[in-house]
């Protein structure tokens, strides 16, 4: 069952340009989302996060945007610098489950000088 | 910077031995989990530990799973009888308040390898 999903494993884009991460999810009860960015060998890294009774949250050169209707949420980096490059992982948690991360299956981002 | 420590960052171990995955949390957290991810595929939840108790588990968390925090600093993961199965890396992280209003943070991870 998957409740939170990345469909685009990876994702190439150049210097100074802006990446897009998207994210779905399917329970309707998860309240709060994060990104976590994750190097190899490493744990994941806390991001950004974005409460549902939001539809933006900026922090620096990352912006989260929630679509609660589509059920839909995306990462936006600008402009993307090469030490970008890692895995995104998406994730939700619900007020009535423990708030419990529920992950996606990450986006390979690589940023290409 | 604090910091959520994880000891040891490889485990090799023969399929059905004990083994005991150690976390230091942050000092002022109260919430502590474990999640785990196979290689090549998503991070998932195993447990959720608060006030001294497990708060919510996963169905990957069965009976060949224990948590505990035997003082006040370390929180272990507990696997009785490794499988194959269980080759994973291992999270640990905590967090100050409760996961939907603030993150958690994670370690750097136990990669478990067993024979």
């Known amino acids: 069952d998957q409740q939170v999903k990345q469909n685009s494993p990876s994702l190439s884009v150049q210097e100074g340009r802006i990446s897009i991460l998207n994210c779905d999810y399917t329970?309707?009860?998860?309240?709060?989302f994060l990104w976590y960015k994750k190097y190899p060998a490493e744990g994941p890294t806390f991001l950004i996060s974005?409460?549902?009774?939001?539809d933006k949250n900026e922090d620096g050169r990352f912006t989260v945007f929630l679509n609660k209707s589509a059920k839909h949420l995306s990462l936006h980096i600008v402009p993307s610098q090469p030490g970008d490059s890692a895995v995104y992982f998406c994730?939700?948690?619900?007020?009535?489950?423990?708030?419990?991360?529920?992950f996606g299956s990450g986006t390979r981002l690589l940023v290409r000088p | 910077e604090p910091e959520v420590t994880q000891t040891p960052s490889h485990q090799v171990t023969q399929m059905g031995q004990e083994v005991i995955l150690r976390c230091v949390p942050i000092?002022?957290?109260?919430?502590f989990y474990w999640y785990r991810q196979i290689l090549g595929q998503k991070v998932e939840f195993l447990v959720s530990?608060?006030?001294?108790?497990?708060?919510?588990k996963s169905e990957i968390f069965d009976d060949q799973f224990s948590v505990e925090r035997p003082d006040g600093s370390n929180f272990t993961l507990k696997i009785r009888s490794t499988k194959l199965e269980d080759s994973a890396m291992y999270f640990c992280?905590?967090?100050?308040?409760?996961?939907?209003?603030?993150?958690?943070?994670f370690g750097q991870g136990t990669r478990l390898t067993v024979v």
């Open positions: 992280a905590s967090s100050e308040a409760y996961q939907g209003n603030t993150e958690a943070f």
């Open positions: 329970n309707s009860m998860f309240d709060y």
């Open positions: 974005i409460s549902s009774i939001k």
């Open positions: 994730a939700a948690s619900a007020m009535d489950s423990s708030y419990k991360l529920i």
């Open positions: 000092s002022n957290h109260l919430y």
């Open positions: 530990f608060y006030n001294n108790e497990i708060s919510e």
